[in-house]
């Protein structure tokens, strides 16, 4: 049975640092692209970075560009978001999500979000404040 589950969330103050884990089972990271999603109250699911099956790729979002960075360990089945430089406006649940893709490529946008991700975890909240 496949599944994600996502951990590492918590309170911070901003300026500080979180890493966030997705643990995946009954499917091989080599097959299958990772997105990090994040929704704040009141807001659409947005993409926020994303690895592709090959771990050639990454993407990541305008507004965290530079500040958070996606990797994964093909040995413990894990995909990393490491955040750093946390503002409020970062508040939010924050979900992993599993999808076949091109080896080289993996989306973000809404289409990507309803069309590729077949598997989600069930969301850790991230706080930002002081």
């Known amino acids: 049975q496949s599944q994600l589950v996502e951990s590492g969330g918590g309170l911070v103050q901003p300026g500080g640092s979180l890493r966030l884990s997705c643990s995946v089972s009954?499917?091989?990271?080599?097959?299958?692209?990772i997105g990090w999603f994040r929704q704040a109250p009141g807001k659409e699911r947005e993409g926020v970075s994303c690895?592709?099956?090959?771990?050639?790729?990454?993407n990541y979002a305008d507004s965290v560009r530079g500040r958070f960075t996606i990797s994964r360990d093909i040995a413990k089945n894990t995909v990393y978001l490491q955040m750093n430089s946390l503002k409020p406006e970062d508040t939010a649940v924050y979900y992993c999500?599993?999808?076949?893709?091109?080896?080289?490529?993996?989306?973000?946008?809404?289409?990507?979000?309803?069309?590729?991700?077949?598997?989600w975890g069930q969301g850790t909240q991230v706080t930002v404040s002081s």
């Open positions: 999500a599993a999808g076949y893709d091109h080896p080289n490529a993996c989306g973000l946008g809404p289409k990507s979000i309803r069309d590729k991700y077949n598997y």
């Open positions: 690895i592709s099956s090959s771990g050639r790729s990454t």
């Open positions: 009954g499917f091989t990271l080599d097959a299958n692209g």
